[in-house]
């Protein structure tokens, strides 16, 4: 069992709401809305939380339930990370660990599994119904930094390992257990606490890092905004839209 922390706060973060999908709404668009409702309040580091309804998405939301406090799926699957600035989010810059990457993994050592991101590829909502946008209130600079080191050296996390612990859960290869159990992290969230980290921020204060995932992201955005707000810091900020569910249980 996982060593989950839960957090104090009484009622959900206020500066993270629900932000409906507009009928036949992209999901390029729907960021695209997000952003430029944001507008001169924009800043910090964005990622984009999704949850798909494909087969590897589907056994990664089952795999996460392990980090819900009532064991029904998670409604996320994967989160990266995306270039601020960006204006044309078709052309954005955006890092991430597909574990199902559209060009296949190449050889991942050489970027310890980081792979660039287009967010095109993630544009279909009936492929990834849920999504949600969170601004982690962070320099950009160090965010930099911290992911070129993360891609040149596989000292602090070895992501390329915790892919092939992954995959075989993912593919249902012989008796591969669910990797969370093990306090291995879903690559893609892995990816993002660790450079976050380094440049001074704790995404998941309920779960060990190393143990990150996209659930633990969620709850970091709904429920630790006193945490992240102590001493006049900011709390995470954002809009999320997630109507698919794999369960009858209330969000």
């Known amino acids: 069992m996982l060593d989950i922390r839960s957090s104090p706060a009484s009622a959900p973060n206020p500066h993270f709401v629900g932000q409906p999908r507009a009928r036949n709404q992209s999901n390029l668009a729907w960021l695209q809305r997000a952003l430029k409702a944001r507008g001169k309040k ?3 580091v964005p990622l984009v939380l999704l949850g798909g309804s494909d087969p590897v998405s589907f056994r990664l939301r089952v795999a996460q339930s392990q980090v819900r406090h009532d ?17 044309e989010l078709s052309e954005a810059t955006a890092w991430e ?9 190449g050889y991942p050592p050489k970027t310890n599994a980081v792979q660039r991101a287009d967010l095109r590829r993630y544009d279909d909502a009936g492929r990834f119904p ?9 320099e950009t ?3 930099r930094e911290a992911l ?4 040149n050296q596989r000292a602090v996390l070895d992501a390329v390992d915790l892919v092939t612990r992954w995959l075989p859960y993912v593919w249902g290869a012989g008796r591969a257990s669910n990797p969370l159990l093990d306090g291995q992290g879903l690559p893609s969230a892995a990816l993002v606490e660790v450079v976050l980290g380094a440049a001074g921020f704790e995404l998941t ?38 109507p698919h569910a794999l369960c009858t249980e209330p969000e």
């Open 97 to 105: 660990i597909s574990l199902d990457p559209t060009g296949g993994f």
């Open 205 to 242: 204060p309920g779960i060990a890092s190393s143990s990150s995932c996209p659930e633990a992201i969620w709850q970091a955005a709904r429920w630790w905004h006193e945490f992240h707000g102590r001493e006049d810091r900011e709390p995470l900020t954002g809009v999320y839209c997630a």
């Open 71 to 87: 064991l029904t799926p998670s409604r996320w699957s994967h989160v990266l990370m995306v270039e601020p600035g960006s204006t």
């Open 42 to 44: 924009a800043g910090g």
């Open 141 to 143: 600079g160090p965010v």
């Open 148 to 151: 070129q080191r993360f891609m």
């Open 130 to 138: 849920n999504i949600g946008l969170v601004h982690v209130p962070v």
